[in-house]
């Protein structure tokens, strides 16, 4: 090839072939077949397999369940789960924004959820702008709730029969909806917050997301309804120490009363005392409180009082009855004075 074949670019294998030449063949080349991936396991397959190792645990996305197969042993507690969205946290001023109920019978014997599951999950305009803040914690605007009203036939068929309403933190919920829906101060309630003792069960924290998570589920959290079955997954599961479900421990706790004790006139010094005792201090009254969950636990805090707070001085001190019929709501319970 000469140089300015070269640098035309020709190369020789498009030259004409010389008379008599034998023309210059290229070696052919194999088509090596390109290797071939192993085919994926399915993503359950996978999770499966990641979950038997110990260095690892997998979270699977929460499926709501509407229909509960178990067979029921004994009688039916009907029970509402709810949960709602406000424009804040002030009571006295905020409005809902979302309310969301399930609808479940719970085994007496079992403390399962049986047969079908009714749902009810409905907008409100609250009549004042939804902040940004609300916004962005629950994904509802201003237009998705604009001109929406909860459906009032709709939850009092619900709440009709109903044994018991169990919300997550009702001493938030409960004044909401009795504000908005009167008939809801009918009915006894439970908290599956407050009525669940999370810690001695081995759980170290008592928010949803992290009991949804200690189950091995993830879920969209802060929309009423998605919340709620997170709630009822939760509840259905057995408690790791008692061994029963959280839906049979709140049963069992709504049938028995509760004590809010105030230490009333209790001496300063002694704050740090009471303090550490969980005692908490309410600014409007200028007293500390407790909650306890039985006669028992009263009466074992009346000594400590005494002896502790009082110096075994005589002093009087406020006691709170509370049953479920009350217990959450912004109502006084059976008030009565004890001489210690």
Do not use: C
């Given at each position: 090839m000469t140089d300015s074949q070269l640098q035309l670019g020709f190369d020789t294998a498009d030259m004409p072939v010389a008379l008599g030449a034998k023309p210059k063949t290229r070696p052919k080349s194999r088509s090596?077949?390109?290797?071939?991936?192993?085919?994926?396991?399915?993503?359950?397959?996978?999770?499966?397999?990641?979950?038997?190792?110990?260095?690892?645990?997998?979270?699977?996305?929460?499926?709501?369940?509407?229909?509960?197969?178990?067979?029921?042993?004994?009688?039916?507690?009907?029970?509402?789960?709810?949960?709602?969205?406000?424009?804040?946290?002030?009571?006295?001023?905020?409005?809902?924004?979302?309310?969301?109920?399930?609808?479940?019978?719970?085994?007496a014997a079992t403390g399962l959820p049986v047969g079908d599951v009714a749902v009810y999950d409905g907008l409100e305009d609250p009549g004042i702008p939804i902040s940004s803040e609300i916004h962005a914690i629950t994904g509802i605007s201003n237009e998705m709730v604009r001109g929406h009203r909860l459906d009032e036939a709709r939850i009092a068929a619900m709440l009709q029969g109903a044994d018991l309403v169990i919300a997550h933190n009702a001493g938030f919920d409960r004044p909401f909806c009795e504000a908005r829906i009167a008939a809801f101060a009918q009915l006894p309630w439970g908290c599956s917050f407050a009525d669940i003792d999370w810690k001695k069960e081995g759980h170290g924290s008592s928010k949803l997301e992290y009991l949804a998570m200690e189950k091995g589920w993830f879920y969209e959290a802060h929309r009423a309804e998605v919340d709620c079955h997170a709630l009822l997954a939760v509840l259905g599961e057995k408690l790791p120490t008692?061994?029963?479900?959280?839906?049979?421990?709140?049963?069992?706790?709504?049938?028995?009363?509760?004590?809010?004790?105030?230490?009333?006139?209790?001496?300063?010094?002694?704050?740090?005392?009471?303090?550490?005792?969980?005692?908490?201090?309410?600014?409007?009254?200028?007293?500390?409180?407790?909650?306890?969950?039985?006669?028992?636990?009263?009466?074992?805090?009346?000594?400590?009082?005494?002896?502790?707070?009082?110096?075994?001085?005589?002093?009087?001190?406020?006691?709170?009855?509370?049953?479920?019929?009350?217990?959450?709501?912004?109502?006084?319970?059976?008030?009565?004075?004890?001489?210690?």
């Open positions: 090596v077949p390109a290797p071939q991936a192993a085919p994926l396991p399915d993503a359950e397959t996978m999770a499966a397999a990641l979950a038997r190792h110990p260095d690892y645990r997998v979270l699977r996305r929460l499926i709501p369940v509407h229909h509960f197969d178990q067979t029921p042993q004994g009688s039916l507690i009907r029970v509402l789960v709810l949960d709602t969205e406000t424009t804040g946290l002030d009571q006295s001023r905020d409005k809902i924004i979302e309310l969301a109920m399930l609808q479940v019978d719970v085994d008692s061994s029963r479900t959280g839906l049979a421990q709140l049963i069992a706790a709504s049938r028995l009363p509760s004590y809010r004790l105030q230490a009333t006139s209790a001496p300063f010094d002694a704050k740090d005392l009471l303090k550490a005792r969980a005692y908490r201090w309410n600014a409007e009254q200028k007293v500390w409180h407790t909650r306890l969950d039985s006669e028992a636990q009263l009466t074992a805090e009346l000594e400590w009082l005494k002896s502790a707070v009082y110096g075994n001085r005589p002093a009087r001190v406020q006691v709170e009855k509370l049953d479920a019929a009350v217990k959450y709501s912004s109502r006084a319970g059976e008030l009565s004075n004890r001489q210690i």
